[in-house]
C-alpha cells in the first residue's frame, strides 16, 4: 500500500512539473533585482522593490548625452508584459524611456508625450530584454520610468529531469519499504 500511495504521489508530481509554466509575476526568482545589470550614465539611479522599478535618468547639468539601462537575459522563452508610467520636468522631447529587446530598443514615451500604459512582447530565452531612459542633454530634469506589474517567462525543468525525479522518489520509496521490512 506504501509503495503504491508514493508511486501514485511521484507520478503526480511530475506531471505537475511537466504542466506548463506560469510566468514569473514580479521582481523575484529568476528576475530578482540582483539579477538584472544597471549600466549608470551620468547621474542616473534606481530603485527597486518586490514589485516596481523606478529608473531615472540623468540630469547631472552636462548637456551630454546619457543612456541608462537596467537588463536582465530572459530565463525562458515566452512573455514579458508589465505596466509602465513616464514622467519628467524637461521640456520638449529631450528625454525618453521605453523597453529593449536585444538592443532593439522601444519608445514607451517622450517628455512632450508622459503617460503611463501597458506593455508586452515575445523573448526567446537567452535574448536580453529592459528597461531605459535616454536624455540627450542631461539638463533641465530628469526622465523617471516606473514599471510595475511585470510579469517574465520561467523556465521549467526538461522531460527527462522530471523522469529522473520520478525514479529518484520511486527509489526512495522502495529503500524506506525494504528499511521498514527488516
Same mark, same amino acid.
Not at 546619457?66 to 525562458?76: H, S, V
Not at 508622459?114 to 536624455?135: E, L, R
Given at each position: 500500500?506504501?509503495?503504491?500511495?508514493?508511486?501514485?504521489?511521484?507520478?503526480?508530481?511530475?506531471?505537475?512539473?511537466?504542466?506548463?509554466?506560469?510566468? =514569473?509575476?514580479?521582481?523575484?526568482?529568476?528576475?530578482?533585482?540582483?539579477?538584472?545589470?544597471?549600466? =549608470?550614465?551620468?547621474?542616473?539611479?534606481?530603485?527597486?522593490?518586490?514589485?516596481?522599478?523606478?529608473?531615472?535618468?540623468?540630469?547631472?547639468?552636462?548637456?551630454?548625452?546619457?543612456?541608462?539601462?537596467?537588463?536582465?537575459?530572459?530565463?525562458?522563452?515566452?512573455?514579458?508584459?508589465?505596466?509602465?508610467?513616464?514622467?519628467?520636468?524637461?521640456?520638449?522631447?529631450?528625454?525618453?524611456?521605453?523597453?529593449?529587446?536585444?538592443?532593439?530598443?522601444?519608445?514607451?514615451?517622450?517628455?512632450?508625450?508622459?503617460?503611463?500604459?501597458?506593455?508586452?512582447?515575445?523573448?526567446?530565452?537567452?535574448?536580453?530584454?529592459?528597461?531605459?531612459?535616454?536624455? =540627450?542633454?542631461?539638463?533641465?530634469?530628469?526622465?523617471?520610468? =516606473?514599471?510595475?506589474?511585470?510579469?517574465?517567462?520561467?523556465?521549467?525543468?526538461?522531460?527527462?529531469?522530471?523522469?529522473?525525479?520520478?525514479?529518484?522518489?520511486?527509489?526512495?520509496?522502495?529503500?524506506?519499504?525494504?528499511?521498514?521490512?527488516?
Amino acid at each position: 500500500m506504501l509503495f503504491r500511495s508514493a508511486l501514485a504521489y511521484a507520478v503526480a508530481g511530475a506531471a505537475a512539473l511537466g504542466a506548463p509554466a506560469i510566468a =514569473q509575476a514580479d521582481f523575484s526568482g529568476p528576475y530578482a533585482h540582483a539579477n538584472w545589470t544597471f549600466t =549608470q550614465a551620468g547621474d542616473s539611479s534606481f530603485s527597486a522593490n518586490l514589485t516596481t522599478l523606478t529608473l531615472t535618468g540623468s540630469n547631472n547639468g552636462s548637456t551630454l548625452n546619457a543612456l541608462t539601462e537596467y537588463t536582465i537575459a530572459a530565463d525562458a522563452s515566452g512573455t514579458v508584459s508589465f505596466n509602465w508610467n513616464y514622467s519628467s520636468v524637461d521640456s520638449l522631447n529631450w528625454d525618453y524611456g521605453g523597453f529593449s529587446v536585444n538592443g532593439v530598443f522601444t519608445t514607451l514615451a517622450f517628455n512632450s508625450t508622459p503617460g503611463s500604459g501597458s506593455f508586452s512582447t515575445s523573448v526567446n530565452a537567452g535574448d536580453v530584454f529592459g528597461f531605459w531612459v535616454f536624455s =540627450q542633454d542631461s539638463i533641465g530634469g530628469a526622465g523617471v520610468l =516606473q514599471i510595475t506589474n511585470f510579469s517574465g517567462p520561467v523556465a521549467v525543468p526538461e522531460p527527462g529531469s522530471l523522469g529522473l525525479l520520478a525514479m529518484g522518489t520511486v527509489g526512495g520509496v522502495l529503500g524506506l519499504r525494504r528499511r521498514r521490512r527488516s
